[in-house]
C-alpha cells in the first residue's frame, strides 16, 4: 500500500512521537526529601549524587530534591518511604527499626578519619533490619562531625545543668540531660528557633550544620563541642522500588551515592568550621572538650545505653556494633 508523501511524513511522525513516549515513560523519577534546607552544604551533597544517578544511569533514573522538609516532618521518614510520600529520605529513630533506632545516634568518641568507611559498614549491619522494614540503605549522612550543644549563656561543666531546659531529639539525648540535671523537652527542628527566642529552652542539642543554616547562633550563641556521639542519619530508599530497578541501575545508585559522601565530607567538615568561626567571631562562643572530659562524661551513660542496645539489637548485632565503634577509636 503506498501513502501519499503527506500522510508517510504525518505517520513517520507520529511513530518518532510514541517512541519518545515510550523513552520518557521507561524513565525513573525518585523523591528525595531531607530536613535540610538550601542554603546547607548537605543540600549541594544531594544534588550532587543526582547528577551523578543521571549520569551513571544514561538518564533512566532521575532524582528530584525536596529541601526543607516539604514532604514530610521529622519524625515520619519510615511512613512516607513505605507510604510513597517519597521514594528516598532521612530515617530517623524508628520502633519499626530497634536497633537503628538506639545505635544510629550512639555515645562513643571516634574518629572521622574515614567516615565514609565507617559510616558503609554501620550501614551494612543495619541492613538486614531495614529490609523487614521494606527499606534499603542508601546514603549516609555527614552527621557524627556535628551533633553537638548550645546555651542561651556560657556553662562551665555541661555535667552539671542544674535544671536547665535542654530541647532533645531522642532517648539518648534525654538520658544524657536527665543523667547531668537537666530536664528534656522535645522541640521539632522547625520550631527550635521560635522555642530559643522565647525562652522555652534553655539549651539545645543539634547537629551544627543544621543549626547554622537555620540562624541559630543568633538566639543561643554559647556552643559546647563535646564529641560525645557516633551519629549517622541513613537515606534509605523503599525497597519495592530499588528491587523494581534494573541491576545496572541499582549498581548506578550505590556507586552514585558512595561517590557523592567521598565528595562532600571535605566540604562538608570544611563548611561546618567556617560556620562555627563566623558566629565566634560575631560574639558567640565555642568551648572544646578535651579527650578526658568526653571520657568522663561518656562514663556517666555508656553502662546505661549499653542495655538499651543489647535489648534492641540482640548480643551478636550489639555486639558488632561496638565493635565497629571500637575500631575507629580516636
Known amino acids: 500500500m503506498t501513502f501519499p508523501r503527506k500522510t508517510a511524513a504525518t505517520l513517520a511522525f ?20 531531607t530536613y535540610v534546607n538550601e542554603s546547607d552544604i548537605r ?129 539518648l539525648v534525654s538520658m544524657m540531660i536527665e543523667t547531668w540535671g537537666g530536664e528534656p523537652v522535645f522541640v521539632a527542628p522547625k520550631e527550635v528557633f521560635q522555642s530559643a527566642e522565647r525562652g522555652v529552652v534553655d539549651g539545645i542539642n543539634m547537629g551544627v550544620a543544621t543549626y547554622s543554616s537555620w540562624k541559630l547562633w543568633n538566639v543561643m550563641p554559647h556552643m559546647i563541642n563535646a564529641n560525645l556521639f557516633y551519629g549517622n542519619i541513613i537515606y534509605m530508599m523503599n525497597k519495592a522500588k530499588f528491587d523494581a530497578l534494573t541491576p545496572d541501575e541499582q549498581t548506578a545508585m550505590a556507586e552514585a551515592a558512595a561517590e557523592t559522601e567521598a565528595w562532600l565530607q571535605p566540604r562538608y567538615e570544611g563548611w561546618v568550621d567556617e560556620q562555627v568561626a563566623a558566629a ?41 556494633i561496638r565493635t565497629l565503634l571500637a575500631s575507629h577509636a580516636p
Do not use: M
Open 14 to 33: 507520529a511513530l518518532a512521537g510514541s517512541t519518545i513516549a515510550g523513552a520518557a515513560s521507561a524513565e525513573t523519577t525518585l523523591r528525595l526529601s
Open 43 to 171: 543540600y549541594e551533597g544531594f544534588t550532587h549524587f543526582a547528577k551523578l544517578v543521571a549520569e551513571k544511569t544514561g538518564g533512566s533514573v532521575k532524582v528530584d530534591v525536596f529541601p526543607s522538609a516539604t514532604l514530610h516532618g521529622w519524625s515520619e521518614g519510615v511512613d512516607a518511604v513505605q507510604g510513597g510520600v517519597s521514594d528516598i529520605s532521612w530515617i530517623n529513630a524508628d520502633n519499626r527499626l530497634p536497633c537503628y533506632a538506639v545505635t544510629s545516634l550512639y555515645p562513643a568518641q571516634v574518629s572521622l578519619e574515614d567516615q565514609v568507611g565507617l559510616d558503609a559498614a554501620y550501614a551494612d549491619l543495619i541492613r538486614d533490619e531495614a529490609a523487614e522494614a521494606g527499606l534499603v540503605p542508601l546514603l549516609n549522612s555527614n552527621y557524627s562531625y556535628d551533633q553537638e550543644w548550645w546555651f542561651d549563656d556560657p556553662i562551665e561543666d555541661i555535667g552539671k545543668l542544674d535544671g536547665k531546659l535542654v530541647r532533645s531529639i531522642g532517648p
Open 280 to 320: 565566634v567571631a560575631e560574639g558567640g562562643t565555642e568551648t572544646n572538650l578535651s579527650a578526658e572530659q568526653t571520657a568522663t562524661l561518656l562514663a556517666t551513660v555508656t553502662d546505661k545505653w549499653k542495655s538499651e542496645v543489647d535489648k534492641a539489637c540482640g548480643d551478636d548485632l550489639a555486639n558488632s
